[in-house]
């Protein structure tokens, strides 16, 4: 039997011994790993939770990401809990199997320390590897500070692991930014955060000898349409009234309030910024600025980008004037994903608003309050004028002459 | 069993199951015994992809089970580590069990797959003489 450990009720963590702690409350019956920068200190620290005596479990050093994640789909299959954490390339080379992870319905914890994705290879922050799982059916959780690391973490597993949805998630932090920030964490007991996650359920589990069961089985033309079909069904139905019924508990047991959407200032604002991570707490540094000066500033944080919560983040947005859509990942020969999402998802409502795409932050670039506030006085002129006043999609801390498209 | 006619209707996480029901003890059981499921492969016959079949000479069978252990369709059937027969329903025909039989003549022959069984028989190798050794 574990050993419990004794919290103080406000720990001092970053955001990756958040996610350790979590995964420790969690009981985590087994944990595949291959570390990388930056979130190696999450299994680095969980393993030595397990060498201390504060965790019943497996910890399995594979030969890659993608070994780890292999290795976590045959332990799901098998009927436990399990967890693991990767950034950046490492996110890479799990792609193929984190398909194989949703279409098997294996509800396996993933924390992507979001990490650039080279080349140049870089280890700071940006939302490239969170992008590229952004089809892989897997929930998406966004977190903006350890705190959210820390209390996302207990709720996908209860919404993951939930028998109507059966489907893998990712709770993506900041790179450093998040990940080895140290901040005030305030702590649930073991016992409380435990029961607040549940004990595992097993669903058609390998190792129930009696029902013996095949795992990953193939289907052509004949049934893989309706597999994937089942499947989207499960997580565009099921995964966001299951969240809310979490963040609910969660507030009655803690006060701290989460919503599907996160909207800051928003009541009335005529000029938005969406964002996610890191970038968000610090736009909200800014519309109280703004609204000093008279200008009704808002951000809009994405909090579950997958699945995507269209109709919520329509409702949202769709009173302002301007917007301004920010991604922070290379968009490659496009708009950004997120203004493709997010215009998309206004194209069909009655909003008059002007939409366009900020690119920031990319390989760890830091995103200043200066660069936030002039962001919004384009926004405001763009409200003013009705219509775009400047280029489209436009790269910000940039170095060199203004980059912009369309 | 309900009918799988819709995306709605099957059981999640790309899953089969290979037996009808719980089973106990399956390993102890016979394959003919068990209740596979209508998914098992065990349910498929596959006598068709063969184009030549092996042939089972029991009187030249030493019963070393090197056919068994290699066959990789499990399509040598042996009870109590005695060949008894071939299972041409999963068997494909690949000859591996002909190339391992240590015997002389061999108790395991491929021939095409229209060729009748006695006939076969009939007309098996014999026991060549030992040629005497050259000094």
């Known amino acids: ?406 | 069993m309900e009918m799988q006619n819709g995306w709605n209707t099957f059981e999640i996480g790309t899953i089969l199951r290979p037996f009808e029901g719980s089973v106990t003890d399956v390993a102890n059981t016979l394959p003919e015994d068990r209740s596979y499921s209508q998914s098992n492969s065990y349910s498929a016959s596959v006598a068709d992809w063969r184009i030549e079949k092996p042939i089972f000479h029991a009187e030249h069978c030493i019963d070393c089970q090197f056919c068994w252990i290699y066959c990789p369709d499990m399509s040598i059937i042996s009870r109590d580590k005695k060949m008894v027969s071939i299972d041409y329903e999963h068997c494909k025909g690949c000859g591996i069990c002909v190339e391992v039989c240590p015997t002389t003549p061999k108790a395991l022959l491929m021939f095409p797959e229209q060729q009748d069984e006695t006939q076969a028989l009939s007309q098996w190798p014999q026991k060549e003489k030992k040629k005497a050794k050259d000094k």
Not at chain 1, 13 to 22: K, R
Not at chain 1, 158 to 173: G, K, N, S, T
Not at chain 1, 278 to 288: F, P, R
Request: charged share 20%; proline share 4%; glycine share 8%.
């Open chain 1, 1 to 406: 039997m574990a050993e419990t450990m004794e919290l103080r009720d406000i720990e001092v963590w970053d955001g990756n011994m958040a996610a350790s702690h979590a995964l420790r409350q969690a009981q985590v019956d087994v944990v595949a790993a291959y570390p990388i920068t930056p979130s190696t200190p999450i299994v680095e620290n969980y393993g030595s939770f397990m060498a201390n005596g504060y965790i019943d479990g497996e910890y399995v050093m594979a030969e890659s990401e993608h070994g780890a994640m292999s290795c976590c789909i045959g332990a799901a299959a098998a009927g436990g809990r399990v967890a693991t954490a990767t950034s950046s390339q490492g996110f890479a080379l799990m792609v193929e199997t984190l398909y194989s992870a949703s279409g098997m319905r294996l509800p396996i914890l993933l924390n992507v320390v979001n990490r650039a994705i080279g080349a140049p290879l870089n280890v700071n922050g940006d939302h490239s590897d969170m992008y590229m799982g952004r089809d892989s059916g897997w929930i998406q959780i966004d977190c903006y500070n350890p705190q959210d690391v820390y209390d996302m973490n207990l709720v996908a597993f209860r919404v993951a692991e939930d028998h109507d949805v059966r489907l893998p998630a990712m709770v993506h932090q900041d790179g450093f930014m998040t990940s080895h920030t140290v901040q005030r964490v305030k702590t649930l007991s073991d016992d409380i955060a435990y029961n607040f996650v549940g004990e595992f359920n097993p669903m058609n589990d390998m190792l129930d000898l009696d029902n013996p069961v095949t795992h990953g089985v193939q289907t052509e033309e004949d049934w893989h349409y309706e597999h994937k079909a089942r499947q989207h069904h499960a997580l565009m139905s099921n995964v966001l009234p299951k969240i809310q019924e979490a963040f609910d508990e969660l507030e009655s047991l803690t006060g701290r309030k989460y919503n599907i959407v996160e909207g800051y200032n928003m009541n009335d604002a005529e000029v938005a910024i969406v964002c996610m991570g890191t970038s968000v707490e610090t736009a909200y540094e800014v519309t109280k600025e703004l609204r000093e000066q008279g200008i009704k500033a808002g951000v809009v944080g994405i909090r579950i980008f997958r699945p995507f919560p269209l109709e919520q983040i329509s409702a949202l947005l769709k009173e302002c004037k301007a917007i301004g859509i920010l991604d922070r990942s290379s968009p490659n020969g496009t708009v950004g994903a997120l203004y493709n999402e997010i215009t998309g998802a206004l194209f069909n409502s009655d909003t008059n608003a002007v939409v366009n795409n900020y690119i920031y932050g990319l390989g760890g670039r830091d995103l200043t309050k200066t660069s936030i506030h002039s962001i919004y006085r384009q926004l405001h002129e763009n409200a003013q004028a009705g219509h775009l006043t400047t280029p489209l999609q436009q790269f910000i801390g940039l170095r060199g002459p203004k980059l912009s498209f369309f």
